[in-house]
């Protein structure tokens, strides 16, 4: 799926935005960080009860000259007010640990760039672009639009490679230039992109997939079992106390139910161990019996074969 540069960021970003260059970064994006930014903006939602928070993070991929590929992202802590004028200061300590513990798990992924939400480009993201520039000499800016047009057919997602201009006076101006980027997706990308793409609408504005499904109806299952259970001993209790008339077939069929399962703790975890460590034993003991029998038979042999030649010898001296 290509997605061409013709939507940037009007009015305000627009300033922002080199309109005498043209991105010539071919980007590949995979999957997996779109999904990661749009499960940080959700949960940061959730846990606010906001719908305008800002969220930050950080590209993972490989660049191969003017070809960059985006794998994987994660979280990045910036510093500041949420809503100022001032741009959010990059935690540089978070930053360099994060990166030498996802080194270790994907060695050959460097960090590309970064991502925030956000409808277009504002004076905050070339700040922030420049606390990044000591990360990577040209780092990757995805802007991922939070909150899209109904008509939008496209993904809200925007990438850009920053610029610097020379203006009046030979005076430096660092910009914005939007490039296009391609989808690209691997098997196992697949598998998982298939299954959260099976998702159907519930009542009102809820969803459900069909793992929270199949988990709802285990405990649907788990809880009606506890309310029989309780139901059952509720009546024991009622019995035992001289409440209620002992019914014998009630009480046989208490007790054949009872007897199906291994509600004796010994039973459940002792005695299991005991026949898991008696199985154990056996197979080793058969081992052992089976290397004794094998070390006979070869000595036997060995004493056949030497009494053999013993009688040939003593033939030998008849003659």
């Known amino acids: 799926m290509d997605v061409s540069p013709d939507s940037g960021g009007g009015g305000a970003g627009a300033a922002l935005i080199s309109e005498s260059a043209n991105g010539s970064l071919d980007v590949k994006l995979h999957p997996l960080v779109i999904i990661n930014a749009s499960e940080h903006f959700t949960r940061l939602c959730a846990q606010s009860g906001k719908r305008d928070v800002q969220i930050f993070g950080a590209l993972l991929g490989v660049q191969s000259g003017r070809q960059a590929e985006v794998f994987n992202s994660f979280e990045l802590l910036f510093t500041g007010t949420e809503g100022g004028a001032e741009a959010p200061k990059l935690d540089e300590d978070y930053l360099k640990q994060k990166s030498e513990q996802l080194k270790e798990v994907f060695p050959t992924l460097d960090l590309l760039g970064w991502y925030t939400n956000g409808p277009v480009v504002t004076p905050q993201h070339i700040a922030i672009q420049g606390q990044m520039t000591p990360h990577n000499e040209t780092p990757l800016f995805m802007l991922l639009n939070t909150s899209p047009s109904a008509a939008m057919r496209e993904l809200p997602l925007q990438f850009f490679e920053s610029i610097i201009e020379l203006g009046a006076e030979d005076q430096q101006t660092t910009l914005f230039v939007e490039t296009g980027y391609t989808l690209a997706t691997e098997e196992a990308e697949r598998i998982g992109i298939d299954h959260v793409a099976k998702v159907k609408g519930a009542t009102g504005a809820t969803t459900t997939s069909e793992v929270s499904e199949h988990l709802g109806a285990q405990h649907s299952a788990i809880d009606m079992l506890y309310q029989r259970i309780k139901i059952i001993r509720s009546y024991l209790k009622a019995v035992k106390a001289g409440q209620l008339a002992q019914d014998h077939d009630v009480l046989r069929e208490v007790s054949g139910l009872c007897s199906r399962l291994p509600i004796d703790g010994e039973q459940l975890n002792g005695g299991k161990s005991v026949q898991d460590a ?38 030998r001296a008849w003659f």
Do not use: F
């Open 278 to 315: 008696n199985d154990v034993l056996l197979v080793s003991y058969l081992a052992t019996i089976t290397k004794g029998t094998n070390a006979v038979n070869e000595m036997l042999g060995k004493l056949s074969v030497v009494h053999d030649r013993a009688g040939m010898r003593r033939n």
